[in-house]
């Protein structure tokens, strides 16, 4: 389904029903320093904005991750490792409400964060459209558009936007010139933002 026109469920009428889903991460970060307000939430506010969307911020149920950067790695490796599945705490929506579903998380060890697999795991996304994007250090989308797919076969995965981080954390004006191209892309494929 990558790079296909990406037709709405069928019943949609022109203006889906849509949501941004992201996880995102407060603390010391890669290039930014100590920081209140994570990167990708700073893209996820920018694209719900744009698009209309409803924000939800997935969170970690008994949050045990490290403040500082390096500690912070290390406990990411040892879950990607693990496959693990951290839990995540209820959802403030009901996903199940959504046709499209922005869903964007930092890029953790060239994957995206275990508690995002337990996400596609758990959640009923049949049928939906599903619009990755990441923000990152210089590894891009990472795969995000694939795994993402490979994770939800009976979801539609539209292409990804890669967001450099410390661009949302400074230079937030690029970041939106960069959703307003990757806006116009989708809308080609069909998706009407
Ligand atoms: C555990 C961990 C692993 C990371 N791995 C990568 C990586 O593989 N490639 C990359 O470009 N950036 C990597 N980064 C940097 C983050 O993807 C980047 O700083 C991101 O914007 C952080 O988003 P957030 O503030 O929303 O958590 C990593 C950061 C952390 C904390």
């Given at each position: 389904?990558?790079?296909?026109?990406?037709?709405?469920p069928?019943?949609?009428?022109?203006?889906?029903?849509?949501?941004?889903?992201?996880?995102?991460?407060?603390?010391?970060?890669?290039?930014v320093?100590?920081?209140?307000?994570?990167?990708?939430?700073?893209?996820?506010?920018?694209?719900?904005r744009?698009?209309?969307?409803?924000?939800?911020e997935?969170?970690?149920?008994?949050?045990?991750?490290?403040?500082?950067?390096?500690p912070?790695?290390?406990?990411?490796?040892k879950?990607?490792?693990?496959h693990?599945?951290?839990?995540?705490?209820?959802?403030?929506?009901?996903?199940?409400?959504?046709?499209?579903?922005?869903?964007?998380?930092?890029?953790?060890?060239?994957?995206w964060?275990?508690?995002?697999?337990?996400?596609?795991?758990?959640?009923?996304?049949?049928?939906?459209?599903?619009?990755?994007?990441?923000?990152?250090?210089?590894?891009?989308?990472?795969?995000?558009?694939?795994k993402?797919a490979?994770?939800?076969?009976?979801?539609?995965?539209?292409?990804?936007?890669?967001?450099?981080?410390?661009?949302?954390?400074?230079?937030?004006?690029?970041?939106?010139?960069?959703?307003?191209?990757?806006?116009?892309k989708?809308?080609?494929?069909?998706?009407?933002?």
């Amino acid at each position: 389904m990558l790079g296909c026109a990406l037709a709405l469920p069928q019943g949609v009428a022109a203006a889906p029903r849509s949501l941004v889903v992201y996880f995102s991460k407060t603390g010391e970060q890669y290039g930014v320093g100590m920081i209140s307000k994570g990167n990708t939430a700073i893209a996820a506010e920018i694209i719900a904005r744009k698009t209309g969307s409803d924000l939800c911020e997935i969170t970690v149920e008994n949050d045990a991750y490290p403040r500082r950067y390096k500690p912070l790695c290390d406990a990411a490796k040892k879950e990607l490792n693990s496959h693990a599945r951290p839990a995540y705490r209820k959802t403030a929506v009901d996903i199940s409400m959504y046709d499209v579903i922005f869903i964007g998380a930092p890029v953790w060890w060239g994957d995206w964060p275990m508690v995002m697999y337990t996400f596609f795991e758990k959640e009923n996304l049949e049928g939906k459209v599903l619009i990755p994007f990441s923000t990152h250090a210089g590894s891009g989308l990472s795969g995000f558009d694939k795994k993402l797919a490979g994770a939800c076969p009976k979801s539609r995965v539209a292409a990804g936007l890669a967001i450099t981080g410390s661009d949302a954390q400074n230079k937030p004006e690029r970041v939106e010139a960069d959703v307003d191209g990757w806006l116009k892309k989708l809308a080609a494929q069909g998706l009407p933002f």
